[in-house]
C-alpha cells in the first residue's frame, strides 16, 4: 500500500525537472546567440555580468537576436511612446523596477 502512489509522484517530479532542463537549456542556447554589444549604441555587453544580464533588453524575433542597453532602450521605449501614445513597445519588454 502506498508504494504505487509514491511512485506516481516521483514521476511527476521528474517531468517537471525535466521541463525545467528544458527551458534552461533552450534559455542557454539563446545566450549563444546573444550578440556582445549594444545594437545601438555599440557598448560592450558582459554576458558573465549577472547585473548587465538582468537590465539589458534582449528581443528576439525569429533567429534574429538583438540586444539593447538600458539606455538604449529607455530611448527606444520613449520613442514609441511618442508614436503610440503610451504603451509597451511590441508588448515584448517586462516593467523593471
Ligand atoms: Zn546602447
Redesign the pocket.
Known amino acids: 500500500m502506498g508504494s504505487i502512489k509514491r511512485k506516481l509522484e516521483r514521476k511527476k517530479s521528474a517531468d517537471k525537472k525535466k521541463e525545467a532542463e528544458n527551458k534552461l537549456s533552450s534559455r542557454l542556447m539563446m545566450f549563444d546567440k546573444l550578440p556582445d554589444k549594444?545594437?545601438?549604441?555599440?557598448?560592450n555587453f558582459d554576458k558573465k555580468s549577472k547585473e548587465m544580464v538582468q537590465s539589458w533588453q534582449v528581443m528576439v524575433k525569429g533567429e534574429n537576436v538583438r540586444l539593447?542597453?538600458?539606455?538604449?532602450?529607455q530611448k527606444a521605449k520613449d520613442v514609441v511612446n511618442e508614436y503610440q501614445g503610451g504603451g509597451e513597445p511590441n508588448g515584448e519588454s517586462s516593467e523593471r523596477n
Open positions: 549594444c545594437l545601438a549604441c555599440e557598448e539593447f542597453c538600458p539606455n538604449c532602450w
